[in-house]
């Protein structure tokens, strides 16, 4: 069995080679042979005759091919036959205009038409056969015949043909293969043919990017027209379509040397017409070619970007294509018009590092004094990224159900544009010379990210806020020495509105973050504060002015029924208490300590006023009517009424008494 089994198989695989293989190399060397006659110089034999032997060979093969193919059991055979001939009646129509041994048609008009006319002889006859193997035998026999006469620009003209008539064919017929061997083909000529033209000098041949980008147009068309591609091919005309696109920006980078406006001109428009062909591509429900081609459009183009423009031009550029491609994708559920919106949005930080070591590096000192910035030209930038950002995120966050994509998808790139926005926010913070301004900024980071966490109740703006918050804070205390008035009170004011407008929309029911948020704010701001006022008061009035504080922090706390601003006024006259036994004691006979020791004296009355007014903890318990049974009560009877006192001060809390909800 197994001995029989491999007969079988040695006879199937010589029957391959005896009947294909020497078949097609049969056909190629006939070929081949009559491309030698008319390139050889003979002494009787003229140009004409020479070209009359090609036509009358070529016209033998394909009849005798087309006599052959009538027969099922020799088709195979015929359509190589006629493959082959076809191929020698391209070469001779090319050697009549580009052969110099048998040049005898002079005008390029009539030789491009030739040209045109054998290739759609060629493509009639193929459709007729419907053999892809004869039209991929037809395509290497051409490619190969014209290549004989070595490299030249002119040879592009039929290799631009081959490409036509292949894409055409490929289309009708849904020859993938095909498609596929002629790109190699053409393209592999069109640079063996331009090679000799490489622009080692400033000096430019403008055929080869000609030629170059008629090339990669006829293939884009042929590939994007793919509309019956089956799902089984589909993969590799995505292949396809990624190598045209690749050999074209290759053969523009190569041949194009020291023409770079038009180089780029050229990408930009080539980026273009991918661009337009994705919404076509999608409309016949091609997905996966739709992807593929915009997102080789939006790489040409940046590739342009890249190429005509540097430095912050390019950094502006790409944040307004962030912005556009970001709200097509969401608006029109592109992917990969998202995708490189992110790409983008990534690429954006590098890039703005790298400009700035560049500035560093001494480009213009000036930038680092104004406006107080360091490298003002790249803070300009990033403010504008941060608008852009935010605003982009703000865009997916209202129009989340809007959009055609998923409203979950929508949420996920709103939060990264955030965080982005955030991460470029203090790369721009850090570029503020003044300590006191940038932790000023930071704070200003923070809690603008707090509110917006009570106002719409995501986690995610509490940690983002959290982070500035800390950082400001962290700041702010390693430097000090070095605090300058007007930023760190507005840093302080910035805490107490957070800490109000938290408590403002705090629910009954509130979350422990709120709670969180509301005290950390209050008693850093106080802190702060005090620290502010150790700095900066004359230390003759610093008393007075700590009473002040603690005066106006209790008042805060009654007005707007804060314990925490209670808790805070009580730890400041605390602390006054101290200052003021321990301090100023020791200099109780000038003028200033005195004037402390009495506005500290009114503070301290005006608070436990205030404390005896709102919260009756300190008022006298009446005695009871009859004086005489209060003197005779037993020890049981005093030990109760303690008692009934020491309830009553419980349950007199200031949201419950009288004189509050007057107030």
Same mark, same amino acid.
């Given at each position: ?33 009559? $491309? ?104 290497? &026999? ?133 661009? &337009? ?29 890249? &190429? ?132 000023? $900024? ?222």
């Amino acid at each position: 069995m197994s001995t029989s089994g491999s007969l079988t198989q040695e006879k199937s695989l010589e029957a391959r080679i005896g009947l294909y293989w020497l078949h097609r190399l049969g056909i190629a060397s006939l070929v081949l042979g009559f $491309a030698f006659l008319m390139m050889y110089s003979f002494q009787y034999i003229g140009p004409v005759m020479k070209l009359l032997t090609g036509i009358v060979a070529s016209i033998a093969l394909i009849a005798t091919g087309k006599l052959m193919a009538t027969k099922d059991n020799s088709r195979w055979y015929g359509n190589g036959l006629i493959a082959g001939g076809w191929s020698l009646a391209y070469f001779t129509a090319y050697a009549a205009h580009f052969l110099p041994s048998v040049a005898v048609i002079t005008s390029m008009p009539i030789e491009t038409t030739l040209l045109i006319a054998v290739a759609g002889g060629s493509l009639a006859s193929a459709l007729r056969a419907d053999s892809e193997l004869m039209a991929i035998f037809s395509v290497t &026999l051409a490619a190969a015949t014209i290549l004989l006469s070595g490299p030249g620009l002119f040879s592009d003209i039929s290799f631009l043909v081959i490409a036509i008539s292949a894409s055409i064919l490929g289309n009708r017929k849904s020859w993938t293969a095909l498609f596929a061997w002629s790109m190699i083909a053409c393209w592999a000529g069109h640079f063996y043919c331009s090679v000799q033209f490489l622009p080692f000098g400033s000096v430019v041949n403008p055929m080869v990017p000609f030629f170059l980008s008629a090339l990669w147009l006829t293939f884009t068309v042929g590939s994007g027209y793919s509309v019956r591609t089956s799902d089984r091919a589909r993969n590799s005309v995505t292949v396809l379509v990624c190598m045209n696109a690749a050999a074209f920006a290759a053969g523009l980078l190569i041949f194009n040397q020291g023409i770079m406006g038009r180089t780029a001109m050229t990408l930009a428009a080539s980026g273009t017409v991918y661009l &337009l062909m994705t919404k076509w591509l999608l409309n016949n429900q091609q997905e996966q070619l739709g992807t593929i081609h915009s997102l080789i459009g939006l790489a040409l183009i940046n590739c342009a970007k890249t &190429l005509h423009y540097s430095g912050l031009t390019v950094m502006a550029l790409d944040i307004t294509q962030i912005a556009v491609l970001a709200i097509v994708g969401l608006k029109y559920n592109i992917k990969s018009f998202r995708w490189v919106a992110v790409v983008l949005a990534c690429a954006l930080f590098p890039l703005w590092f790298v400009g700035l070591s560049g500035d560093v590096a001494g480009m213009n000192p000036l930038r680092q004094t104004v406006f107080g910035f360091y490298h003002f030209e790249y803070v300009k930038i990033a403010v504008f990224a941060v608008s852009v950002l935010s605003a982009l995120a703000y865009f997916c966050r209202c129009h989340a159900h809007t959009c055609s994509c998923d409203p979950n998808t929508t949420a996920r790139y709103g939060n990264f544009f955030f965080i982005a926005a955030n991460l470029m926010t203090s790369l721009a913070v850090e570029n503020i010379i003044e300590p006191s301004w940038r932790a000023l $900024a930071w704070a200003v980071q923070g809690v603008t990210n707090h509110w917006l966490f009570v106002k719409v109740k995501d986690s995610l703006y509490f940690v983002i806020g959290s982070g500035a918050f800390v950082a400001s804070v962290a700041f702010v205390g390693q430097n000090v020495p070095d605090w300058q008035s007007i930023p760190i009170s507005l840093m302080i004011l910035a805490f107490y509105a957070t800490h109000g407008y938290v408590s403002l929309n705090e629910e009954p029911k509130s979350q422990t973050l709120l709670v969180v948020l509301k005290r950390l704010y209050a008693v850093t701001a106080t802190i702060l504060l005090t620290n502010l006022l150790f700095q900066k008061m004359p230390s003759n009035y610093l008393s007075l002015s700590l009473g002040m504080e603690g005066l106006l922090l209790l008042s805060a706390g009654f007005i707007a029924r804060d314990g925490m601003f209670r808790l805070c006024g009580l730890i400041i006259m605390a602390l006054l208490t101290g200052k003021l036994l321990f301090v100023d004691m020791a200099n109780y006979n000038t003028l200033e300590r005195i004037v402390s020791f009495i506005g500290a004296g009114f503070a301290f009355l005006f608070s436990s006023w205030a404390y005896a007014r709102f919260t009756r903890a300190f008022e006298d318990v009446k005695e009871p009517a009859d004086h005489q049974e209060h003197e005779e009560a037993d020890n049981g009877q005093e030990v109760q009424e303690v008692e009934e006192v020491e309830e009553s001060a419980q349950k007199s809390d200031f949201t419950s008494s009288p004189s509050l909800s007057s107030l």
